[in-house]
């Protein structure tokens, strides 16, 4: 598609419940990140993947955040037992450039919102 | 102390106002700088890159301070649909993220 596709839209999960966000980048981009927007902030980085390799996780807020892109295109982010803290905006991005050079400004997809009950 | 720091408005200005939004940056280290637009409930979108020299697209101009660490937007001539959040982001050098700050909200009235 033409721009960065996200799903599902929505997603209401119970507390404790496992949860898997998709992201669909722009075809043939390099660079793919996952952020966190929580109501009233600015989006917060969680992770960075250049092609299939997850090169910055920094951001991840503990051990039940997880994210994948084996195949260098889709990516998956895994929440586990979720909690009502993670509740938030998740926004993917991707970006042509993977070799260090400074890019100017991603693409994000509309976002996943997350309510946890 | 956040990374990067801005007014969170909310700034309510007539139509034909001229606005101007600051922001500041922690990190010496920050190599690329660009203000962000974001509509209720929907994803940021890149509004300009910030150059050491200034730039400007149309009604909007944005500077750069690197000694005092410090960005600005001005918006000329507001427009009704310019109502939006206006997201400061800067990048590290060596760094492939991008650091957001809060956002400053801008509702301009008929």
């Known amino acids: 598609g033409a721009g960065v596709s996200q799903s599902p839209r929505y997603k209401v999960a119970k507390r404790g419940q496992d949860v898997a966000l998709r992201c669909d980048p722009i075809s043939g981009h390099v660079s793919l990140f996952w952020y966190q927007q929580a109501l009233g902030q600015g989006p917060e980085f969680l992770t960075y993947?250049?092609?299939?390799?997850?090169?910055?996780k920094s951001g991840l807020p503990s051990d039940r955040f997880f994210a994948e892109r084996p195949e260098g295109s889709v990516s998956t982010l895994k929440i586990q037992r979720t909690q009502q803290e993670d509740s938030a905006v998740y926004l993917c991005?991707?970006?042509?450039?993977?070799?260090?050079?400074?890019?100017?400004?991603?693409?994000f997809g509309s976002g996943t919102r997350l309510t946890v009950v | 102390r956040k990374e990067v720091e801005q007014d969170p408005g909310p700034f309510n200005v007539p139509e034909g106002a001229t606005v101007a939004f600051n922001c500041t940056y922690s990190?010496?280290?920050?190599?690329?700088f660009f203000w962000y637009r974001q509509d209720c409930r929907k994803e940021p979108k890149l509004l300009m890159s910030?150059?050491?020299s200034g730039n400007e697209d149309g009604r909007f101009t944005a500077q750069l301070n690197r000694a005092s660490q410090y960005i600005s937007l001005l918006i000329r001539d507001s427009k009704l649909s310019d109502s939006a959040t206006y997201l400061c982001v800067v990048r590290e050098t060596g760094f492939q993220k991008l650091v957001f700050g809060t956002g400053t909200r801008l509702l301009v009235s008929p």
């Open positions: 993947f250049q092609n299939e390799a997850q090169l910055d």
């Open positions: 991005a991707s970006s042509f450039t993977g070799d260090g050079r400074p890019n100017y400004g991603y693409t």
């Open positions: 990190n010496s280290a920050s190599q690329s």
């Open positions: 910030v150059y050491s």
